[in-house]
Each structure stands twice: as C-alpha cells, then as structure tokens.
C-alpha cells in the first residue's frame, strides 16, 4: 500500500518538471534561430539535423511540460522528460569534456561564451535533479488535481 504523502509528493515533483520543460521550450520557441544555434554549439549532431532539433526541441519541451503541469499521461510525459534529461546531461557533460565554452542554451540562449562563463556543474546538478523527479513520477504517477486518475485502481492491477 503506498502511504498517503505519495501523491502530493508526485503533485510536487509533476507541478515542477512540469513548469521546468514548459518554460524551457517557451524561451526557445519564440527564436528558433537561437535555439539552433545553442544546438550546433554542443558539436555533436551531423549539420543536417541541427535545424530540425532546434526548431522541434522546444515545440517537444513545451508538450512535454503540458502534459505533466495538467497531469495528463503523467508515467509517459515523465519518462520524455527523464529521456531528455539523459541527453541534456550526456550534451553537457561531452561538452566540458572536450573543453567547449558554450551556454547550455536550456532556457533560450546558448552558443559560444567566455571560458570562465559557463556553468556544467551546475547544469548537470539540475539536471540531475530534475531527472529524479521524471524517475519518480515515471515510478508514482498518481498526484494530486490531475486530469488523469490512478490508472490502476479502476483496473485492479498492482503497480
């Protein structure tokens, strides 16, 4: 049996990877440009694809985070969000690795900066983070005020 603060845990932790995603792509959406730009700065896509995924990343973030702030296909949203996250941190990471200066360009922005101006540890932590909500929420999806009930107790089934 799952103990009562469960849910509202799952309320916080939706409500903000939620908010997160959703400002993420509404930063980005409005100048695509940029968020191409931050996408060809990270060096790792063939040149091909970085128009496509800078302009589709944000509509994605956007969806994303939608999904999760209603509280609407909740496991799915939080596993998108979790994947992202994966590759949001596995770009920073490659990047400080291969001795990059360049700004994450997670909420808008992003390309080339001064070497002593980026923030990867940072970056990483909160990705890091916001990775253990999408975990969480991927494992206890039932919250509070989402349009989506506990798909399980109408069914029966254990989670």
């Given at each position: 049996?799952?103990?009562?603060?469960?849910?509202?845990?799952?309320?916080?932790?939706?409500?903000v990877?939620?908010?997160v995603?959703?400002?993420?792509?509404?930063?980005?959406v409005?100048?695509?440009?940029?968020?191409?730009?931050?996408?060809?700065a990270?060096?790792l896509?063939?040149?091909?694809?970085?128009?496509?995924?800078?302009?589709?990343?944000?509509?994605?973030?956007?969806?994303?985070?939608?999904?999760?702030?209603?509280?609407?296909?909740?496991?799915?949203?939080a596993?998108?969000?979790?994947?992202?996250?994966?590759?949001?941190?596995?770009?920073?990471?490659?990047?400080?690795?291969?001795?990059?200066?360049?700004?994450?360009?997670?909420?808008?922005?992003?390309?080339?900066?001064?070497?002593?101006?980026?923030?990867?540890?940072?970056?990483i932590?909160r990705d890091?983070?916001?990775?253990?909500?999408?975990?969480?929420?991927y494992?206890?999806?039932?919250?509070?005020?989402?349009?989506?009930?506990?798909?399980?107790?109408?069914?029966?089934?254990?989670?």
């Open positions: 049996m799952k103990k009562p603060w469960c849910p509202w845990v799952s309320t916080a932790a939706r409500l990877l939620g908010a995603m959703l400002v993420a792509g509404a930063l980005k409005n100048d695509p440009e940029t968020a191409v730009q931050a996408v060809r990270y060096k896509l063939p040149s091909a694809l970085e128009t496509p995924v800078g302009w589709g990343l944000p509509f994605l973030e956007i969806a994303i985070g939608l999904l999760l702030v209603v509280g609407f296909g909740v496991r799915a949203a596993l998108a969000a979790g994947i992202f996250m994966v590759v949001f941190i596995a770009a920073v990471s490659s990047a400080w690795a291969r001795g990059l200066a360049i700004d994450c360009g997670c909420f808008g922005g992003g390309g080339q900066v001064a070497p002593g101006q980026t923030q990867y540890l940072q970056e932590l890091v983070g916001l990775l253990v909500l999408a975990g969480w929420l494992l206890s999806p039932t919250s509070k005020f989402a349009l989506e009930s506990d798909p399980y107790v109408s069914t029966g089934v254990a989670a």
